[in-house]
């Protein structure tokens, strides 16, 4: 079984991307992403605006197996100064790592993913970090930490020391033409429309107060993305005051929100819970939305 594990080259790109959007598909129904979109991401990562600046070194490693480029990650090295985040401060991050899993015509692709892996931990070695990170952060809307849809993926991580320590959230997708617009739950509810911290905001105002807020971004395309079923949006945040929740103001929220996307021909709606989240996984899913997937977080090691 011969296995060459080497830097990336462009000539590399073509099998990467299908490798890439495969790992996608699995997740996120109708999205792939374009040779472009890849090797943007492998420069830099723009809409990572504060930990993308703490990035000193990148490397995208491919293993190769009898002329097949079965595997690829893609790793950081951040920087070690007080400018750096202390949660990132010297760390490296495989900030993706996917692998064809074994098929009958092929049936030790995950022999090369895990030869891979084991570069990958020794690049993190080589750069002496003190922690380390692995994540499956890959350019498309949706898609990072480990999908519950990527089981190979997870082994081979566990399989040089990473363990989760963190969180598993949810995430959920809607049709914007399936989301419901009722009609005010409260009398005088109006509605005001403002630049927010993650989206444009759409605040619920009852006699001049405000009693709640949605946000949306429609932000999420950094490239010649490409997607089957229209443009994509998320939600940046959703929240409703204590005292007058249960009135269905957030229901009337969402409404709002997807008529605003639909002037602007977005049709799909992202939304994220933390499992532990249960009345907002189960809010959201009587609005229309379903559960693509659960995505694990946070898996670290030491060095």
């Known amino acids: 079984m011969s296995i060459s594990v080497r830097p990336f080259t462009r000539g590399d790109r073509e099998q990467v991307t299908g490798l890439v959007n495969a790992h996608i598909a699995a997740v996120v129904p109708g999205v792939s992403v374009s040779v472009q979109v890849l090797l943007s991401q492998l420069e830099r990562e723009p809409g990572e605006f504060i930990v993308d600046r703490w990035a000193r070194e990148r490397i995208t490693l491919v293993a190769e197996q009898r002329g097949r480029v079965v595997a690829a990650a893609h790793l950081i090295r951040y920087g070690d100064g007080p400018e750096t985040g202390e949660m990132y401060r ?21 022999a090369a993913g895990d030869a891979l892996a084991v570069a990958c931990h020794a690049q993190l070695r080589r750069w002496g970090v003190t922690r380390s990170f692995a994540e499956g952060a890959l350019p498309a809307p949706g898609v990072y930490g480990v999908p519950e849809q990527w089981p190979h993926i997870r082994a081979i991580y566990e399989r040089i020391g990473f363990r989760n320590d963190g969180r598993v959230e949810a995430v959920l997708l809607a049709p914007v033409d399936r989301l419901a617009r009722p009609a005010a739950p409260v009398d005088g509810l109006t509605t005001s429309r403002t630049v927010g911290i993650n989206g444009t905001r759409i605040t619920a105002l009852l006699d001049g107060a405000e009693v709640g807020y949605i946000e949306v971004d429609t932000n999420l395309d950094t490239g010649p993305r490409m997607s089957r079923v229209g443009a994509w949006a998320e939600v940046g945040n959703l929240w409703v005051e204590p005292d007058h929740r249960r009135q269905r103001i957030g229901t009337w929220l969402l409404g709002q929100a997807a008529a605003w996307l639909e002037l602007g021909g977005a049709t799909r709606l992202l939304d994220y819970a933390d499992v532990t989240e249960e009345d907002y996984t189960e809010f959201l899913v009587a609005a229309g939305f379903t559960v693509l997937t659960r995505t694990t977080r946070e898996f670290t090691a030491d060095g």
Request: charged share 20%; with cysteine.
């Open 90 to 110: 010297n760390a490296g991050e495989i900030r993706w790592l996917v692998c064809w899993p074994d098929a009958p015509y092929w049936p030790d692709s995950l």
